[in-house]
């Protein structure tokens, strides 16, 4: 069976700093992966997704992920940190013959000034 | 175009009692789900439709459960006889038609489910 894993369950980080949100992924074969973030009260959006061809997909606000396939990473990051990026962030995976998204637990990233 | 609307956005009730959650997709999509979110936990995969087909129902965690759509427009997503362990936050989403490859799900705002 398909698994998302999100290591770290919250994050913080000063304003300006690296943001690095990890995930990894379990699957017989390479799903297609997304990052969702979700601010208080509010639904889900898509960030950044990745199905095929280029391994580094850039997304909103400034957000970039990488596939790894030998890491079976997709690991979110962002070069400076905003007040604004304080939120919860899912990393999902669908392999693309199943109807649902498999998501991972959640990693709520804090930014301090 | 009005993207996916959930009601009501919050829903308190008793232990023992029947809830009804709604979903409204937003319009041309075909596929619609809906997960449900536990505090401190992602988003569990509960039930999806697609079009005229069959649902597939294999997240649904009881019998208590049950969702049903109206060809391609509102879904309501019952529960019932409500437990503590219901309480959570119920997703919908909705995507244009679900086939090989990928269509990006939608996710409405959810409905907060405080069971007493």
């Known amino acids: 069976a398909q698994s998302v894993t999100q290591l770290g369950s919250h994050v913080s980080v000063s304003e300006g700093a690296l943001v690095l949100l990890r995930c990894n992924y379990s699957?017989?074969?390479?799903?297609?992966l997304f990052w969702y973030v979700q601010y208080p009260n509010q639904g889900l959006q898509l960030l950044l997704k990745?199905?095929?061809?280029?391994?580094l997909v850039k997304g909103i606000n400034g957000f970039e992920a990488e596939f790894k396939k030998s890491e079976t990473s997709f690991h979110l990051t962002k070069p400076s940190a905003h007040m604004s990026d304080a939120a919860e962030y899912f990393c999902a995976a669908h392999t693309g013959t199943a109807s649902k998204l498999t998501f991972g637990t959640g990693t709520r990233l804090q930014v301090t000034l | 175009g009005a993207g996916v609307s959930q009601s009501p956005s919050n829903k308190v009730t008793e232990k023992g009692k029947d809830v009804e959650l709604r979903c409204d997709p937003i319009s041309g999509h075909t596929a619609l789900y809906w997960y449900r979110q536990r505090l401190g936990q992602g988003l569990e995969f509960l039930i999806y439709?697609?079009?005229?087909?069959?649902?597939?129902k294999s997240g649904l965690p009881s019998d208590r459960f049950s969702a049903e759509r109206t060809g391609e427009s509102v879904s309501t997503l019952t529960i019932q006889r409500t437990q503590q362990e219901d309480s959570a936050v119920y997703l919908c989403?909705?995507?244009?038609?679900?086939?090989?490859?990928?269509?990006?799900?939608?996710f409405g705002p959810g409905t907060r489910l405080t069971v007493l």
């Open positions: 699957s017989s074969v390479p799903p297609y």
């Open positions: 990745y199905t095929t061809g280029a391994t």
């Open positions: 989403a909705s995507s244009l038609a679900a086939s090989r490859g990928y269509n990006e799900q939608f």
């Open positions: 439709f697609q079009g005229n087909s069959a649902p597939d």
